[in-house]
């Protein structure tokens, strides 16, 4: 087993068992954490969502094996729905090369900001040729400085192309983020989806001294093929007041999983049939017009 499968495996195992767990028990006993980031005495539970909020994120880099050009710009909007839960629509735009895609999710969840978040979330994305969707539980675990952030389910890929193969099974997308101070987030995480494996080392940090919220984003990428990404870029934050980057996380909006999809897939979605020969369900090859001995094949009749 290599390196990147073990420690993709462990950090997956941990990132998404935790959340489940121990925010279900929170759920049940209405149990809150300690003190919040903010060292904020409060004795109610917060909104799971603060008030009707959203982020613009745009982020440039490249791809190895073969080398390319990466691109990505997304937005997300979230809105409570009463005090107990709240509800987040997702969508993005990205390129590797010359290949294009879009992307979008929808989350539905409940949340205690000072605790968990648990939820449902369905995301697709949709390349010229195939498509990939996946749905599944959605959870987060916050402690104190750390959180804890997983969602996985069941994906499908199709393709429009026959001789590429059609895909479907469990994905599984986690993050383990710490916080320095209250406006920079640390964070190492990993993603398998049908197969495709990798782990990702990435960071925020909101500037907020220039009177409008936004931040600086940066990721680094290694997939199981050989291939590595690495991306740098800006975010933006509109519809809450001014507040820290660990508030925003917890009381506003959920990562983008229309995002965390497309970059868990790697090229899954931009795959392409390998060039050859056609082979007929006798093990023949199309086209050719002479018995081949000892292979046990026939020519192809017109």
Not at 265 to 282: K, M
């Amino acid at each position: 087993m290599s390196i990147l499968r073990l420690s993709k495996a462990t950090l997956l195992a941990s990132v998404f068992s935790l959340p489940l767990s121990f925010a279900a028990v929170a759920a049940d006993l209405l149990i809150l954490s300690p003190e919040p980031v903010s060292d904020q005495d409060i004795d109610f539970v917060l909104p799971a969502v603060s008030g009707p909020n959203g982020k613009l994120e745009l982020d440039l880099g490249m791809v190895t094996d073969p080398a390319n050009a990466t691109f990505r710009a997304a937005g997300s909007v979230s809105l409570p729905v009463g005090d107990m839960f709240g509800i987040q629509a997702d969508a993005a735009i990205g390129s590797i090369g010359a290949d294009w895609a879009v992307s979008g999710a929808l989350h539905a969840f409940t949340r205690d900001p000072s605790s968990y978040l648990l939820g449902v979330t369905a995301g697709i994305v949709v390349a010229e040729g195939a498509w990939l969707a996946g749905i599944g539980p959605e959870a987060e675990l916050y402690l104190d400085r750390l959180s804890l952030e997983g969602w996985a389910g069941w994906a499908a890929l199709e393709y429009e192309d026959a001789l590429l193969t059609d895909e479907s099974g469990i994905f599984v997308i986690g993050d383990i983020a710490w916080y320095p101070t209250d406006d920079w987030r640390l964070s190492v995480g990993g993603a398998s989806v049908l197969g495709r494996e990798s782990l990702r080392l990435a960071t925020e940090y909101q500037f907020a001294d220039f009177g409008m919220p936004f931040s600086g984003t940066g990721e680094l990428r290694a997939y199981d093929t050989g291939a590595f990404s690495a991306k740098i870029g800006i975010k933006g934050y509109f519809g809450a007041p001014d507040k820290s980057l660990i508030d925003r996380h917890r009381e506003d909006d959920p990562p983008n999983r229309a995002l965390d999809l497309f970059g868990g897939a790697g090229d899954l979605i931009f795959a392409e049939a390998e060039e050859g020969p056609l082979v007929d369900g006798e093990g023949c090859i199309i086209g050719v017009e002479e018995w081949i001995e000892g292979e046990g094949c026939m020519p192809i009749p017109d």
